[in-house]
């Protein structure tokens, strides 16, 4: 490189120095007016969640029993549609059939007594049906992820009031 050369890269160096430093202090100020936003909005959504977060505690109960008896309806719906149901009402006569084998051993059983007699009746034995735990697994399933969805709604329910200006 030639004298010549190296002056005028050096020149250049200067002038973008200058630049540089002509433009660090927008940017710094800039910086420090980001930081100083940032930091009153973090305490504007701090005060904002004690505020929400203080009526929710009070008022936690209502809710929690809203929650609890949002479902009755639905419970009400699902017995009477179950009871339409043709593989229910077969279900339900195939455990009375067990229900009525109780009632004649015990019947039996009070008989023997009576007569005081050694009572040789057998005690009822109850075999539970797999398909009715399979059933309540998969109700629990559904209602474990509609569950899940309520408590995302509570948690937008809550940003949305920390969003908000008021």
Known sequence: MTTNEIQKAAERV???????????APLADA??????AQEAEATRRAERGEIYDRDFSRNYSD?????ASSGDGARDR?????????????????RAARHKRRHVLDEAQRAQRALQEVVTVPEQ????????????SHA??????KAAEFAE???KTRDVFLESKD
Do not use: G, H
């Open 14 to 24: 200067a002038k973008l120095r200058a630049q540089a430093e002509k433009l660090s």
């Open 31 to 36: 910086q420090a007016e980001l930081a100083s």
């Open 63 to 67: 809710r929690a029993r809203e929650a």
């Open 78 to 94: 699902f017995y009477e549609l179950l009871a339409e149901e043709p593989w229910f009402a077969a279900y339900v006569e195939f």
């Open 125 to 136: 034995r109850y075999y539970p049906v797999a398909i009715l735990n399979d059933i309540e």
């Open 140 to 145: 629990e399933k559904m209602a474990a992820q």
């Open 153 to 155: 709604e509570l948690r």
